[in-house]
């Protein structure tokens, strides 16, 4: 029962909740007024009327809920089950934005949660119970970053699935079912699925991060890890630095077929430094701009390394072919060895002495052993940057310019020795034909 006028009159609000059975206890949202949460003798249900309508909540067993309660700081509801242990819905403050409003909109994204930044930690070594195995037990916490939900209306189809579900309503009618085309197989084939881009841009406008996910009717989850994008090459993987705490937006598109279409243009949310740790950075500022810095320096050095590993097997290729064509000009092998010994001086400068670790002898940091040091050591770091942070980085800035140069003459030599092939009638070279770029 629930009353407007404070006990004087009474109405019901049973509604649709199971006839048989008990309703052991009622919770109302701390912000919303008419959002209730029941516990009855076969599970949960919600209202977001006030109680004209209830809908039970999922992930419960059949099993009576004997209570309730909101953690209020964290939007978690709380549920004591009859034998079956307590259950937690992590953050239900979507519950308040749900509407048919809401819901009949071809996307809508549900107000996001304030993310709170912290360096999660890892109990001995190892996610949730480390090395206890099942002697220890330990529920999984919500997602760190920032958690997006995302209700899409529609589902979107592949042209293969649509095809399908047509031929099945054709043959349960008992209607012709015709073979496709190969026009239309060919199309199928080629067909990429859709996507969802998801667009991370800090309070000045700048995008920082994309994600991708696939577009699924109903609710889309996606979480961002509140870090900016990698900046290693393209397929190497791994992920960039943690941003700082301030005003963020997502704005979210979908890609099908040869369209771009805009699905939410922009939703603002807020990165909350947690603040718990014992060194705290007395500037963030100051350790977002060196962590950029720090991360264009990677980009060009991994993209150095990555052009070396290029060109090294190119020449690989040019030296293959000179020895075993016989139209080429065997004096070209002298420029090959010679390209060859510059191309193992840059691998040494950028990877280190393999030989000395080999033999386990002590050698100089490489440009790549000293970057990826200060990387590691700022990669999961709040505190701020240190003056031996700020020494090595401009020591792998100097030692880069030398290396660059070195480069550069390698590109060149290649350059030159593919000139002298291409006009040979030998099989297709590697990247001929195209000119080398590099930073």
Same mark, same amino acid.
């Given at each position: ?223 961002? &890890? ?91 290729? =040019? ?40 033999? +386990? =002898? ?34 792998? +800035? ?40 590099? &930073?």
């Amino acid at each position: 029962m629930k009353s407007a006028d404070k006990g004087k009159t009474w109405v019901s609000i049973a509604s649709d909740l199971p006839i048989r059975g008990t309703v052991y206890c009622i919770k109302q949202d701390h912000v919303d007024p008419n959002l209730l949460f029941v516990g009855t003798e076969f599970g949960a249900y919600f209202s977001n009327n006030g109680g004209l309508n209830w809908t039970k909540l999922g992930g419960l067993p059949t099993i009576a809920v004997y209570d309730l309660d909101i953690q209020k700081r964290e939007n978690d509801l709380v549920a004591a089950t009859f034998g079956r242990g307590f259950y937690v819905l992590d953050n239900y403050s979507l519950l308040r934005d749900l509407s048919k409003t809401n819901l009949d909109s071809k996307a809508h994204l549900f107000p996001v949660k304030t993310a709170l930044l912290y360096v999660p930690a890892d109990p001995l070594g190892l996610e949730g119970t480390g090395f206890q195995g099942h002697n220890m037990w330990a529920a999984d916490n919500p997602s760190f970053g920032a958690n997006f939900y995302l209700h899409v209306k529609d589902e979107h189809k592949t042209l293969k699935t649509a095809r399908q579900e047509k031929e099945k309503a054709l043959e349960k009618k008992g209607a012709e079912v015709l073979y496709p085309s190969f026009d239309e197989l060919r199309k199928e084939d080629a067909e990429v699925k859709a996507q969802l881009i998801w667009t991370i841009t800090d309070a000045n406008g700048k995008q920082i991060r994309r994600m991708t996910s696939s577009p699924e009717k109903g609710l889309n989850n996606l979480t961002w &890890d509140l870090r900016a994008t990698s900046t290693n090459p393209i397929g190497k993987g791994g992920n960039g630095f943690l941003v700082t705490p301030g005003m963020y937006a997502v704005s979210i598109d979908l890609i099908k077929n040869d369209s771009v279409e805009v699905l939410i243009s922009k939703q603002s949310f807020e990165v909350k430094g947690l603040n718990n740790q014992t060194l705290i950075a007395k500037d963030p500022q100051a350790l977002a701009e060196f962590r950029v810095s720090l991360a264009e320096l990677n980009r060009q050095v991994s993209g150095a390394s990555s052009q070396l590993e290029e060109v090294k097997e190119q020449i690989d290729l =040019f030296e293959n072919a000179i020895i075993n064509y016989p139209t080429t000009d065997l004096t070209l092998i002298s420029q090959i060895r010679h390209v060859k010994k510059i191309i193992a001086s840059c691998e040494l400068q950028i990877w280190g002495d393999q030989l000395k670790k080999s033999k +386990e =002898f002590e050698t100089t940091p490489s440009i790549s052993e000293r970057l990826g040091m200060v990387e590691y050591q700022l990669y999961d770091n709040t505190s701020g940057v240190t003056n031996t942070h700020r020494a090595n980085k401009l020591m792998v +800035e100097e030692e880069f310019k030398n290396l660059k140069l070195e480069l550069t003459q390698v590109y060149e030599m290649a350059t030159s020795i593919e000139l002298k092939l291409q006009n040979l009638n030998i099989p297709y070279l590697k990247n001929k034909g195209q000119s080398w770029k590099h &930073d």
